[in-house]
């Protein structure tokens, strides 16, 4: 009943920006963290930014002053926006979900199928 639908990755030179975008669709759920992990060839993955309940962000230092994770809890989705992109932050970008079900308050994780962002001259 949970479907997690991410977009917005692409080709951009160094420099550009762009903006991901990960929705949450179902029903019998809140969300409790929203965010992104990436994996670069030959590296494992890692967090890159997250958003919690509360509006608490949390970024990876690689990428703070530069990526911008933001919300919107009514279309239960999770954006971010990176900006200054560097050939280094190419890989590919996972949408994290952690959602809480409401009927017996269980806990489950759910990835979105990934988008490649590829920074390159």
């Known amino acids: 009943q949970v479907q997690i639908v991410e977009s917005g990755g692409g080709l951009v030179q160094p420099g550009g920006s762009l903006r991901l975008s990960c929705a949450a669709s179902?029903?019998?759920?809140?969300?409790?963290?929203m965010g992104w992990y990436r994996q670069a060839p030959g590296k494992q993955r890692e967090l890159v930014a997250t958003v919690d309940s509360g509006g608490t962000t949390n970024y990876a230092g690689s990428v703070k002053g530069r990526f911008t994770t933001s919300r919107d809890n009514g279309k239960n989705t999770v954006y971010l926006q990176m900006n200054s992109l560097k050939p280094e932050d190419t890989a590919v970008y996972y949408c994290?979900?952690?959602?809480?079900?409401?009927?017996?308050?269980?806990?489950?994780?759910?990835w979105g199928q990934g988008t490649q962002v590829t920074v390159s001259s």
């Open positions: 179902g029903s019998g759920f809140s969300i409790h963290v």
């Open positions: 994290y979900t952690r959602l809480v079900f409401r009927e017996d308050f269980t806990y489950e994780t759910y």
